[in-house]
């Protein structure tokens, strides 16, 4: 008798769980079909995008650098004041 309960019970989960997963056919007036890949675009920056955003000291060390193949950094001011401008240190 326990086999016999157990078996219904089983069988009516398992058909209330396969009802519950079948697809209900839609109105074809109200379905939409939406292609999320076709409405994004991907924009690609511009090659000199870096160089046409920075500042006229760091252009110009981008300049010397490019013709001379040597690193030249110019700071104006204490290594302090160009951190503290540069956000690196919190004082």
Do not use: W
């Not at 999320?36 to 060390?61: A, D, M, Q, R, V």
């Amino acid at each position: 008798m326990k086999r016999i309960c157990l078996f219904v019970n089983l069988l009516l989960i398992a058909t209330a769980a396969i009802h519950a997963q079948q697809a209900k056919p839609l109105d074809p007036n109200k379905q939409k079909i939406i292609d999320s890949l076709k409405s994004t675009t991907i924009k690609l920056l511009p090659e000199n995008h870096y160089s046409k955003n920075l500042s006229f000291f760091c252009k110009k060390e981008l300049q010397l650098e490019k013709l001379t193949k040597v690193s030249l950094k110019i700071r104006i001011g204490s290594l302090d004041d160009v951190d503290r401008l540069e956000g690196k240190k919190k004082n």
